[in-house]
């Protein structure tokens, strides 16, 4: 069987090319690619744009990039920002700057520092951030780290086996920050800086500066007399 061997793509300056499938591309200052980009690697420093689905194996990011469809990775590495107009799918994604998804996200590992806004569904095995996060729709993961920092965090529904929020201490993290959510539902749920409507879990631990409306436990319940419960009920 005849193998074809791919191309590579550089784009310095100011450039635009044809989508298409390429081993590598590079963008080194302002880069437009066309529909159907396939790469095993790409690589942009300055500004990247794909006008369409876009599937590679790496992706690294230093500066500024978007995705007007959707976008499929292995390894993803922004220092930056990132904006996918689709849904992004991915095995590891380690984001430092901010990122923002127009569809669902789903992968193994999400590192972010920094901010990510999810417009529907976020599902990935691990999920750390720190920083702010906004997930219009259901954030789910097997552990979930939630550092609060900047601003204040939105998730409408959180499920997972362990989730921890805790408020990062800063000097620049002076400002009210906090995460607002419908319903958190895990295994073992600590949580501070937190309102929610309701809170359900195996074991339930309320850190400081929480309000919540109902927590439903079956094993462990502790609360910190810094906050506020309106009911509780043993399962």
Known sequence: METTKLGNLKLYGAGHAAGGAYHNVSIKGEGVVGEGLSAVGCRIYGTGLFLGK???????????????????????NIYGTM???????FDRFNLKGQ??????????SCDVKGKLSVKGDCET????VTGCVDVSGLLNS????????HDISHVQEIGGTTITVKRRASFFNRKKVKLIADVIEGDRVYLEN??????????????????????????????????????????
Do not use: W
Not at 83 to 89: A, P, T, Y
Not at 125 to 128: A, I, L
Not at 142 to 149: D, N, P
């Open 83 to 89: 904006k996918v107009s689709g849904s992004l799918q």
């Open 54 to 76: 876009a599937e590679t194996e790496r992706l690294r990011v230093l500066g500024e990039s978007e995705c007007k469809g959707d976008l499929t990775a292995g390894k993803i």
């Open 194 to 235: 937190t309102e929610a409507a309701v809170v359900r879990g195996k074991e339930v631990i309320i850190g400081p500066g929480c309000s919540i409306g109902t927590i439903e436990y079956a094993n462990k319940y502790e609360c910190d007399p810094h906050s506020q419960i309106k009911e509780k009920t043993k399962l």
């Open 99 to 108: 990122t923002e998804i127009g569809g669902n996200m789903t992968g193994e």
């Open 125 to 128: 095995e691990k999920f750390h």
């Open 142 to 149: 097997g552990e979930i780290k939630l550092g609060l920092s």
